[in-house]
């Protein structure tokens, strides 16, 4: 993992919240979805954060905001400096030419249709780079190349390659335009479990080489462990802790962090029998009702009154970490 350097991008207070309606003619607002509901943190450049949480906790959605593909209810988005939440038109697509995403699914995200040569130098022609036909080829052989294919195989179609190298072929897409800032939704979560970590080693490589900034999205700990600096947990569209990868591995405070590790199975038995955190019980709550007060409360082993009633904001600690529950205050 490469030293980061300055900040890529930073979200305050995000909110996309989706309406619920009623009606076929006149249709009436019954209710939102509060789907993320004011999150904020920063990436470095060259970084890698790891954003963490059940299905449904909001972590894709922020990603899609963030890329502005869904609309932002509330919040700035500040990526390189300049606020893209408000942005449209033509500095919107200059500014999206710079933040890229791979998508979880390796099969569905790959036009059946189209050559390998097509699906990669689509992003060229669709921001208008890439010089002659002769000059985009030989750039997408170049990428092909960089993510561990074969120059020649540029003229094949998307069923002629396995998972993993389908994936390669969405992340030569992705970097294509060469952007800074890559959104990694779920990437290897498709894939069995001996080809993730070839392309998470891709991911880290391609990093090294590009100085690339990764928000790293996945359901559980264990995949974001390798790649990650540090690690946003999310619940029910809130972060509620976010640490150094090694702190949060060595000593997670929130409660639910301290459940997702315990889901994690450890191969070491000694280890094993020693951790007393254990597995998350029950589902995520409904993002249009949310439980009063910490969201988290009705699963909580540890809830108090206080608990039922307060929300805990994301409180800065002295490591540089930040937790939200009113076990630590700060
Ligand atoms: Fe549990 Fe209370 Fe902390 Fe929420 S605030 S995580 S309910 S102890």
Excluded: W
Excluded at 51 to 64: A, N, Q
Excluded at 283 to 293: F, L, N
């Amino acid at each position: 993992m490469s030293e980061p350097t300055d900040t890529i991008l930073q979200v305050e207070n995000l909110k996309v919240h989706f309406p619920v309606t009623q009606g076929i003619v006149i249709k009436k607002e019954v209710g939102r979805v509060r789907a993320v509901d004011g999150v904020s943190f920063t990436l470095k450049r060259g970084e890698t954060l790891g954003l963490v949480g059940e299905s449904g906790c909001g972590k894709s959605t922020t990603g899609l905001a963030i890329l502005r593909m869904l609309p932002v209810t509330e919040g700035r988005i500040l990526f390189e400096d300049e606020d893209i939440a408000p942005m449209e038109g033509r500095q919107l697509r200059a500014m999206r030419r710079r933040m890229q995403m791979v998508y979880q699914d390796p099969y569905g995200s790959l036009n059946p249709r189209m050559t390998v040569d097509d699906i990669v130098s689509e992003p060229l022609e669709v921001h208008g780079l890439g010089g002659t036909k002769a000059e985009r080829r030989e750039k997408v052989s170049a990428l092909l190349e960089l993510v561990g294919l074969r120059r020649d195989m540029g003229s094949r179609y998307p069923h002629e390659f396995s998972g993993g190298q389908r994936q390669r072929i969405g992340i030569a897409r992705a970097l294509a335009v060469e952007p800074a800032l890559v959104i990694c939704d779920e990437p290897v979560s498709a894939l069995d479990v001996s080809i993730q970590a070839q392309v998470v080693n891709l991911f880290e490589e391609l990093q090294e080489r590009l100085g690339l900034s990764y928000l790293f999205i996945a359901h559980d700990l264990a995949v974001v462990r390798q790649i990650s600096d540090r690690i946003a947990v999310m619940y029910l569209g809130r972060i509620v802790e976010i640490a150094t990868r090694d702190a949060l591995y060595r000593e997670p405070l929130h409660p639910y962090t301290q459940a997702l590790l315990g889901a994690i199975p450890i191969p070491d038995p000694e280890i094993e029998k020693a951790r007393d955190f254990q597995p998350i019980v029950g589902e995520v709550p409904s993002a249009m009702r949310p439980p009063e007060g910490c969201r988290f409360h009705p699963r909580c082993p540890h809830a108090m009154a206080k608990c039922k009633v307060e929300l805990p904001p994301l409180v800065e600690m002295a490591d540089g970490r930040a937790v939200a529950c009113h076990l630590h205050p700060g």
